[in-house]
């Protein structure tokens, strides 16, 4: 296995970081040759066979292109479940695991137990709501097809039962059911930013779910919160991730629209990156 170490060091030199490709190379030996981590220490002799060979090749072809480690191998872990991944979802990042550890807390105490997941994607949150507390009712809703194939696929592999629904949240449709915990991270990333994002966000993660216009930025916060004005239940709570640079201003906006107990929480990196409001 060393040529194939010392191959993926060359080819990503200067591409990536020293210590993610470490972690990259560990993670594609364990993909073609079925080993643990733990194994490819054990047999760090073993030679590869020229079939495995030309797979970790192929991988790391395409991740000097910058295409997602996630997307290759089309699988990733979030709050320790493991998630399908394609170009037509985002990938699930650890700051939403912290939306989640936050949400459950409310969850565990047993005061809530319908939730609608708005935008949900991959279908991370509300599997791993499920998959947590298996007695609450969890739905999630998103305007793309594709995205809900892949959430379905990702509730059957976990084993819970989600209901997923194609819903265009701008259009304010009618669900005809009541919440008492609705969750969301939507599209919050201006276009102008566009510039100063990495190739392999930027060239393989779908806009429809990054992007949102320069003089809108809260577009989707907005309609999500008058729809969470018609659809929570009586002091239900309504969550949000936020971009790092708009957490005053989606507080100040559901002041105006008159949810209160407003709280505004930083990630593990310092940032503001999710808020929770309870509608009054």
């Not at 970081?17 to 079925?34: M, N």
């Not at 797979?55 to 979030?78: A, D, H, M, R, W």
């Not at 201006?190 to 992007?211: G, Q, S, W």
């Not at 989707?220 to 009586?234: M, Q, R, S, T, V």
């Amino acid at each position: 296995m060393q040529d194939a170490i010392d191959y993926i060091a060359v080819e990503l030199n200067g591409l990536y970081p020293e210590e993610e490709i470490r972690g990259i190379t560990k993670i594609l030996l364990s993909e073609v040759t079925g080993f643990s981590f733990s194994q490819l220490i054990i047999n760090k002799n073993t030679k590869i066979s020229d079939e495995q060979n030309f797979l970790f090749c192929s991988f790391v072809e395409k991740l000097k292109n910058f295409e997602p480690l996630q997307y290759i191998l089309g699988k990733t872990e979030f709050m320790g479940l493991n998630f399908i991944v394609n170009p037509s979802v985002l990938i699930p990042r650890p700051e939403t695991e912290e939306l989640v550890e936050w949400i459950l807390n409310d969850l565990a105490a047993g005061k809530y137990k319908k939730v609608l997941d708005i935008g949900t994607g991959s279908g991370c949150i509300p599997v791993a709501l499920k998959k947590n507390v298996p007695d609450a009712l969890v739905a999630g809703v998103d305007v793309s097809e594709d995205a809900l194939d892949v959430a379905k696929q990702n509730a059957r592999i976990n084993g819970v039962d989600v209901n997923f629904n194609v819903m265009d949240i701008l259009l304010a449709e009618d669900v005809g059911a009541e919440y008492d915990i609705i969750v969301s991270n939507p599209p919050y990333i201006p276009e102008r930013d566009k510039a100063e994002m990495h190739p392999n966000v930027l060239d393989y993660e779908p806009h429809l779910a990054l992007f949102v216009p320069d003089d809108d930025p809260l577009k989707f916060y907005k309609a999500i919160a008058d729809f969470a004005k018609k659809y929570l239940a009586e002091n239900g709570q309504l969550y949000f991730e936020i971009h790092r640079d708009f957490g005053l201003a989606v507080k100040s906006m559901l002041l105006e629209k008159g949810f209160g107990n407003i709280e505004l929480r930083r990630d593990l990196s310092g940032n503001d990156r999710m808020i929770k409001a309870m509608k009054a």
